[in-house]
């Protein structure tokens, strides 16, 4: 006992608290014994050197490295540190953390990416008091995600979201309260017009008329909508749009998406147009539903290749490359 009671600590390098040596310990689990003689002597992990810790802290997660500041000053300092925040994943993201969480978001940082539990919950979203700060903690944010959130349309909406975003993904999200006058994402080119990549997958709330906001995004060159099953009997928008509007789309990605061929040949006026993947989902019944067929694949096909022969078998493999072959008249 007399060892242990050699080494005093100061102030600025033990855990917040109480005075008592006692509560410094428990503070403070993140400690090792020595091999000395003194097997007993408690070395603190905030008495390693700055270079050492930042290793480690390396390989932490960001929801671990915002918990270093309810332990000491000098973890809570070097958590800090802007190298470890410039591209920033909240995995879960915890709402009673949202305060923390802003003070170690930096001016360098440049994506945010936000992610609730499997069942999205309210604990686990993002708030608008969070959203709104965005702007004035990362001013150079471009990648925004959501993944796994519950959103209240009346809190959360697009107008909110960082101008300077180039790339947005909202993924397996829930959004309550959407009005039927207008599509949840109207008023996305205003808020965000150097958007070049949007992300809208496996969102059950992605209605066909919120084609309308997005085809109004001038330097809009990848859209994913797959897994979006509400995505369907969409031909009157499809068409509208096509023609209006994604004048610089180059990948489109439909994927699990219930669409037929009539949508399909609506995208085949898009003339920057270069990649188109597809995949129907597991649910569709081809002899009843919507399927896609040659018709509905070929016109991009032929709008960049002169064929000569009269019988072109059109395959998609799983990964949406298109394959052609010729074949005789009867296997057509």
Known sequence: MDNANKRSLDDDNVCHGNDTKKSKVTNCPLSTTSNSKSAKEIVGFENLCDDVIMHIFKYLSHNNLANMSFVCSTL??????????????????DK???????TYLKDCTTQVCIKGNDIPTYDTSVS??????????CPELTHLSFSNQKFDSNEITVKILHRKLKSLTIEKTVVENITDLTSYLCGLNITCPDLEEIKMTFN????????????KLEKLTHLSLQGCNQFRDCIPYASITAITGFKALRTLDLRLT?????ELVCFQRLKNLKHVLLESPDYVNH??????TD??????CFSSYD??????????????????????DRYI
């Open 76 to 93: 809570s300092r070097i958590s800090s540190d802007w190298t470890l925040w410039k591209k920033v994943w909240f995995d879960p993201f």
């Open 96 to 102: 009673s953390m949202e305060d923390v969480y802003l």
């Open 295 to 300: 018709i509905g694949v070929s016109g991009f």
């Open 307 to 328: 064929f000569n022969y009269p019988y072109i078998q059109i395959m998609i493999d799983r990964d949406g490359e298109v394959n052609l072959r010729r074949v005789h």
């Open 258 to 262: 219930p669409i037929s061929d009539h």
């Open 128 to 137: 608008h008091k969070f959203l709104i700060q965005l702007e004035t903690k």
């Open 204 to 215: 059950d709330w992605f209605l066909p008329h919120c084609l309308y906001a997005l085809a």
């Open 287 to 292: 002899e009843g539903d919507a399927t896609i």
